[in-house]
DNA sequence: TAAACGCATGGGC
DNA sequence: CGCCCATGCGTTT
């Protein structure tokens, strides 16, 4: 397929492939040609490489520049498009010959929907030129025709606007076959008019105004729920799918603005990410995560772009013997050959090996549905080796149109550990949730309450159900999902399966819960510590929690669901002034906010209260390059420490700092890394407690200073205090525990060392799992109960300290709060804080780990002493 | 009789 | 309730 010819009426015009490489034509998405001679489309036209999509909003048309966004949908714009061949459907949300549309989330479609009506409508675009009964462009379809078709009702609570009589219909539903589109949803428009729009060169496009639909308004009184949930989601939706779209293959870019870079090289163009077409209609699960690397590998030298269309995850289905790989119907429809026969066509793909494997690509009559299969993929599978919960990866190369096939084995995820199971279900901590992966920005996540009825259960159903219940359908999110009993394997990405385990683990390949599973590379790449994830969680606004209790745990249960806020960067200056950086989604720009600001997920310059002269994308930095990277360059490595393995892999040398140093340290037994802190300003307290510290150390002001609290204060400090102190009770209870089995099974039989290893071993796992039991560390007199805690503290010696930590610990836990807080000299809840002497990005609190594991006598008052790092290394050993 | 085929069923959302 | 899709299962080859 080296060239094609304009079917547009007296064009003719002959395009080689090489006119499309000089960007004389765009090849489009699907199977489909722009000609670039008349400005029309042909055979399935598909004008998506016109425009430059921007974020999920908006495109902008490379002809015109001008910005087509959501309202163009009932504009003459959208007649443009039309005219070009059609546009996407809102059921299907496919294209009717033409993806032009189908940055427009599905749902904001419908709210710029008309409701049906009795209107003579026109079929336009070109695509139905051989409709017999189009042969005038005009098509009368009757009322009862058109409603026999799904897509009309979910306009069927719009209005119409009068100037521009727009329906959507579902093509199949009125009269059969319609050529090669025949399956295909399509859009209908009313008036002739719209036909004589945009015949001519694309210059003409420009005059077009978008014309917002004034005319046209989502009416009220919905009464289809889910009509109304998609509706009323639309902005919420779209905003989601922006977030957590995955990052641009720049491969894909290449692919039209490579040719249109050329072409219209004078134009304002903006780069467009890579949002191959149909990727907003699809489901994320089959987005296509190929790499460019992988891209690279398929397109080798040619000149060919190789533009991924989806993947899915082998079923057992698929990749059983059977040789049928069932295709998710959109993707089959978006990207495969239309085919009305159940027969279907052979179809050849080839591998990224360059072998080429006939399939016969077809479908089953299912319901009023079809369910595309591609058969005969038995030897491909077995060459491939590909088995249940490998990957196979779906590309197109262009300009040639050759379908590619890839395939990405599930061999590399990690299972949760047992020890990190039992480990979640013994932390007894209410919001804790073991992240394998998160994106950056986070969405909203069920409520509080869902996640306490999670804690009734064993750890594993837990994670389930909070996995199952974080709204992400439309994120590239997934989640670490255990077993909910017995042997908590990570099914699903087992290598070697038992055939004992084949059925259960193939329930859980594919399915609804393959969203569940994240591949290891995404997991790297998304990964989040739970430390991380609390640094994200946000009370809801106004939020007032109740205290509930399950199985004698207390805890906070909130109305709202809990936030998930945007990640931030947290300095201080040299005035000791504390700042938090936060990144702007819309023009990346960095912008500084006070410490005590609590972003949503989403944050943009507009929402810049703070600081009304950078309340714009259009302000300039405030930091200049090289102080953002620095301020990532310490953010990177504040991110490393807390991952003692990658930490340790990675940066060999990297002298770690802090309790995060000690903590790595005692993690991977490297106890001679010591806690000197090259970004770390001097302080008499631990490194970690720099300047910009939101911890309860630091928010305390400074010894002497302050006002005193009465003891049913609800501060912010004593409350923190007070959870604490709670927190503290119900560790003392669990170690007791642990501490009372480990001694009942070792105590005779094992030396103090030895013994001191199994409370090592704990603390551990604790590392594990992100909590940093390490950090807190107790000297002092255990004997009289007047054990100083030091959670600065990590001394040399972890072993021989967490024995006394772990008693102490005990002994000050089951003192009253009053006691407790006199004893440490907590009325009056101040601290001596000492600022840095320079400019600094410190961790972020974290609100469960550290400031639980800390107790109020290390920030405390000084005369207890503060007791740091040097110092108590020395006390300890 | 087994494999292939075509459709039906049902869980999940 | 409708849709998707994994897979079951009866029929055909």
Redesign the pocket.
């Known amino acids: 397929m080296t060239s094609k010819r304009c079917m547009n009426g007296g064009c003719g015009a002959t395009l080689s492939a090489e006119d499309w490489r000089r960007g004389w034509a765009l090849r489009s998405g699907g199977f489909a040609t722009l000609c670039d001679k008349c400005g029309m489309a042909y055979e399935q036209s598909v004008f998506c490489d016109l425009f430059h999509q921007k974020e999920s909003g908006w495109r902008e048309c490379l002809l015109c520049g001008k910005r087509l966004h959501c309202g163009c949908i009932a504009s003459k714009s959208l007649f443009e498009l039309l005219d070009g061949g059609g546009v996407q459907c809102i059921s299907?949300m496919k294209n009717s010959g033409l993806s032009g549309l189908s940055f427009i989330p599905s749902e904001t479609i419908q709210e710029f929907l008309p409701q049906s009506s009795q209107r003579v409508l026109s079929l336009a675009g070109r695509s139905l030129k051989d409709e017999k009964a189009n042969e005038d462009s005009n098509v009368r379809v009757d009322e009862d025709v058109i409603s026999k078709g799904?897509a009309i009702q979910l306009g069927k609570n719009m209005e119409v606007n009068g100037q521009n009589n727009m329906l959507l219909g579902r093509r199949e539903s009125l009269s059969g076959s319609f050529g090669h589109i025949k399956r295909e949803q399509m859009a209908f428009h009313a008036g002739k008019a719209c036909l004589n729009i945009s015949l001519g060169n694309s210059n003409q496009r420009t005059t077009m105004e978008p014309a917002l639909s004034t005319g046209i308004r989502p009416s009220s009184g919905v009464e289809d729920g889910?009509d109304q949930s998609r509706s009323l989601s639309a902005l919420q939706q779209a905003q989601r799918a922006r977030h957590l779209l995955p990052k641009p293959s720049k491969t894909g870019q290449t692919f039209s603005s490579e040719a249109s870079k050329e072409m219209l090289s004078n134009m304002r163009v903006a780069r467009p990410p890579a949002e191959g077409r149909g990727r907003n209609q699809l489901?994320p699960r089959?987005w296509p995560r190929i790499t460019d690397q992988e891209l690279q590998q398929i397109s080798g030298d040619s000149n060919s772009t190789i533009v991924p269309l989806f993947e899915?995850?082998l079923?057992?289905?698929?990749a059983?013997?059977?040789?049928?790989?069932?295709?998710?119907?959109?993707?089959?429809e978006a990207y495969f050959p239309p085919i009305s026969q159940?027969?279907g066509l052979p179809l050849k793909i080839q591998d990224a090996k360059g072998k080429e494997w006939h399939f016969q690509f077809?479908f089953?009559?299912?319901?009023?549905?079809?369910?595309?299969?591609l058969?005969?993929v038995?030897p491909c599978i077995q060459s491939l080796q590909l088995q249940?919960g490998d990957t196979v990866t779906f590309s197109r190369m262009d300009p040639e149109g050759k379908l590619i096939m890839g395939f990405r084995k599930a061999t590399n995820s990690v299972p949760l550990q047992d020890s990190q199971i039992s480990a979640i279900a013994n932390a007894g901590l209410g919001n804790e949730t073991f992240f394998s992966g998160v994106t950056e920005n986070l969405s909203i996540v069920s409520g509080y309450s869902g996640l306490l009825q999670s804690l009734k259960g064993t750890a594993a159903p837990r994670l389930s159900y909070f996995s199952?219940h974080l709204n992400l359908?439309d994120s590239d999110v997934s989640w670490q999902k255990t077993d909910t009993h017995g042997g908590r394997s990570n099914d699903g990405f087992l290598l070697q399966p038992s055939l004992a385990q084949e059925?259960k683990r193939?329930?859980n390949?594919?399915?609804?819960?393959?969203?569940l599973h994240m591949d290891n590379d995404d997991a790297l790449e998304l990964k989040l510590s739970w430390e991380e994830a609390q640094d994200l969680l946000r009370p809801p606004p106004s939020a007032k929690p109740s205290v509930v209790m399950i199985e004698d745990q207390e805890f906070e249960e909130y109305e709202e669901p809990p936030v998930f806020g945007k990640r931030t960067i947290f300095t201080a200056q040299l005035s000791g002034e504390q700042d938090q950086w936060i990144q702007c989604d819309d023009c990346f720009k960095w912008r500084r906010l006070p410490v005590d600001v609590l972003v949503p997920s989403n944050w943009t310059c507009a929402d810049n209260t703070c600081d009304p002269r950078r309340s714009s994308c259009s302000v300039p930095d405030e930091l200049s390059p090289t102080e953002i990277h620095n301020l990532l360059r310490q953010d990177a490595e504040i991110k490393m420490m807390r991952t003692p393995s990658i930490s340790k892999q990675n940066t060999p040398d990297f002298e770690a700092s802090g309790l995060d140093a000690l903590a790595t340290a005692a993690s991977i037994g490297d106890t001679t890394n010591q806690a000197t802190v090259s970004a770390s300003a001097t302080t008499t307290k631990h490194p970690r407690h720099r300047p910009g510290c939101t911890c309860i150390v630091c928010i305390q002001p400074p010894s002497g200073k302050g006002p005193k609290h009465h003891p049913n204060c609800t501060c912010n400090v004593c409350l923190t205090v007070k959870r604490r102190f709670k927190t503290l009770m119900l560790r003392k209870k669990k170690r007791q525990s642990e501490r009372e089995e480990a001694e009942a099974n070792k105590r005779l039989m094992l030396p103090w060392g030895a013994k001191e290893e199994i409370e090592g071993s704990s603390i551990q796992k604790e590392n594990e799992l992100g909590i940093d039991a390490g950090k807190a560390t107790v000297v002092g007199d255990i004997d009289t109960g007047k054990g100083k805690i030091d959670l600065n503290c990590q001394p040399e010696g972890l072993q021989s300290s967490s024995r006394v930590s772990m008693m102490s610990l005990l002994h000050v836990a089951s003192l009253p709060l009053e006691n407790y807080l006199k004893q440490n000299g907590l009325t009056s809840l101040t601290c001596e804080q000492q600022v840095s002497s320079s400019s600094v990005t410190v961790p972020q609190a974290m609100p469960v780990d550290e400031s639980e594991e800390r107790t109020p006598d290390e920030e405390g008052s000084g005369d207890e002493g503060h007791i740091c790092s040097e110092t108590a290394k020395s006390d300890a050993s």
């Open positions: 299907c799904k889910r489901l089959y899915k995850v079923s057992a289905s698929d059983g013997r059977i040789g049928r790989l069932v295709l998710p119907k959109a993707c089959a159940p027969e077809r089953w009559p299912n319901n009023n549905s079809r369910m595309y299969v058969e005969g038995t249940a199952e359908a059925k193939s329930r390949i594919g399915g609804k819960s393959k969203r």
